[in-house]
C-alpha cells in the first residue's frame, strides 16, 4: 500500500496510469491480449536524455500483463538512460494486483509508519515540465537525520539530464526557474516547504533508525 496507481476497465481493454512512472503515453493492454492472458508494452517517459553522441535517449516504462488464478497482476519497470554509465538504468518497479484495492481507511490507519518507511531516504519536488520531457527536483537527501539541523543548505537540484549541483552552485538557479515556473511558487517558498518537511520527519522518525544513503547520481 505505499504505491498506488489506477488501473481501468473498459470494452476488455485495461488501461493504466502511473503518474509517479512519468509516463507520456498511457499503458492500454488491449481486449485480445486481455483474453490471451499476457501481454507486455513499453511507452516513452519522462526525462528525455541524450548519449554521448548527441542522439535522444526516452526514459522508459516496460509494462507485462499477466492473467493468473486471483485475477491478473501488471508488473512495471521504469528505466532512465544513464550519461554516466552510458546505458539504462531500472530505477522503480511496482506491481499492481488486481485483488489489491486502494482503501482509504487502511491508507491511513499508521500514517506515521507509512511515512517514516526505511525507503523514504528523502524529501523532494520534482516538476515535469511542459512536453514532457524534462525534469527537474529538489531534494534533501535524510540520512544522518537525528543529528541534522535542515537548512536551504541540504537542498541539491538535480536537472532532467541527471546534473546534480547544490543550491549554492552557479547551476542551481536553472533548475529553481524551471520549478518555480511549473509550481507557480517563488524558490523561497518552495525552499520552506522542503525544509519543513525534512523537520516533520526528524521529529515523527525514530532516531535510532539509520537509513540507507540517497543516491544523487543517475
Same mark, same amino acid.
Given at each position: 500500500?505505499?504505491?498506488?496507481?489506477?488501473?481501468?476497465?473498459?470494452?476488455?481493454?485495461?488501461?493504466?496510469?502511473?503518474?509517479?512512472?512519468?509516463?507520456?503515453?498511457?499503458?492500454?493492454?488491449?481486449?485480445?491480449?486481455?483474453?490471451?492472458?499476457?501481454?507486455?508494452?513499453?511507452?516513452?517517459?519522462?526525462?528525455?536524455? $541524450?548519449?554521448?553522441?548527441?542522439?535522444?535517449?526516452?526514459?522508459?516504462?516496460?509494462? $507485462?500483463?499477466?492473467?493468473?488464478?486471483?485475477?491478473?497482476?501488471?508488473?512495471?519497470?521504469?528505466?532512465?538512460?544513464?550519461?554516466?554509465?552510458?546505458?539504462?538504468?531500472?530505477?522503480?518497479?511496482?506491481?499492481?494486483?488486481?485483488?489489491?484495492?486502494?482503501?482509504?481507511?487502511?491508507?491511513?490507519?499508521?500514517?506515521?509508519?507509512?511515512?517514516?518507511?526505511?525507503?523514504?531516504?528523502?524529501?523532494?519536488?520534482?516538476?515535469?515540465?511542459?512536453?514532457?520531457?524534462?525534469?527537474?527536483?529538489?531534494?534533501?537527501?535524510?540520512?544522518?537525520?537525528?543529528?541534522?539541523?535542515?537548512?536551504?543548505?541540504?537542498?541539491?537540484?538535480?536537472?532532467?539530464?541527471?546534473?546534480?549541483?547544490?543550491?549554492?552552485?552557479?547551476?542551481?538557479?536553472?533548475?529553481?526557474?524551471?520549478?518555480?515556473?511549473?509550481?507557480?511558487?517563488? $524558490?523561497?517558498?518552495?525552499?520552506?516547504?522542503?525544509?519543513?518537511?525534512?523537520?516533520?520527519?526528524?521529529?515523527?522518525?525514530?532516531?535510532?533508525?539509520?537509513?540507507?544513503?540517497?543516491?544523487?547520481?543517475?
Amino acid at each position: 500500500m505505499r504505491h498506488v496507481g489506477a488501473v481501468f476497465h473498459h470494452d476488455g481493454e485495461i488501461v493504466v496510469l502511473d503518474p509517479y512512472l512519468l509516463h507520456r503515453e498511457p499503458i492500454r493492454f488491449t481486449r485480445e491480449e486481455v483474453e490471451s492472458g499476457e501481454a507486455t508494452i513499453n511507452v516513452p517517459a519522462a526525462p528525455l536524455r $541524450r548519449d554521448r553522441t548527441g542522439a535522444p535517449r526516452d526514459g522508459r516504462l516496460h509494462a $507485462r500483463y499477466k492473467k493468473n488464478h486471483n485475477g491478473y497482476v501488471i508488473r512495471l519497470d521504469y528505466s532512465k538512460y544513464s550519461p554516466a554509465k552510458d546505458r539504462y538504468v531500472v530505477s522503480r518497479h511496482f506491481s499492481l494486483r488486481s485483488g489489491e484495492v486502494f482503501n482509504l481507511r487502511e491508507f491511513t490507519e499508521d500514517l506515521r509508519a507509512l511515512m517514516t518507511h526505511p525507503e523514504q531516504t528523502s524529501v523532494s519536488i520534482r516538476a515535469v515540465l511542459s512536453g514532457m520531457t524534462r525534469t527537474a527536483e529538489a531534494i534533501i537527501p535524510l540520512r544522518g537525520f537525528a543529528k541534522r539541523t535542515f537548512t536551504a543548505d541540504d537542498i541539491w537540484l538535480r536537472t532532467g539530464e541527471g546534473v546534480v549541483s547544490r543550491n549554492s552552485e552557479p547551476a542551481s538557479p536553472a533548475v529553481w526557474a524551471d520549478l518555480e515556473d511549473s509550481l507557480g511558487l517563488p $524558490r523561497a517558498d518552495i525552499v520552506d516547504h522542503l525544509v519543513s518537511a525534512a523537520v516533520i520527519y526528524q521529529r515523527i522518525a525514530d532516531p535510532e533508525q539509520e537509513l540507507e544513503p540517497y543516491h544523487l547520481e543517475n
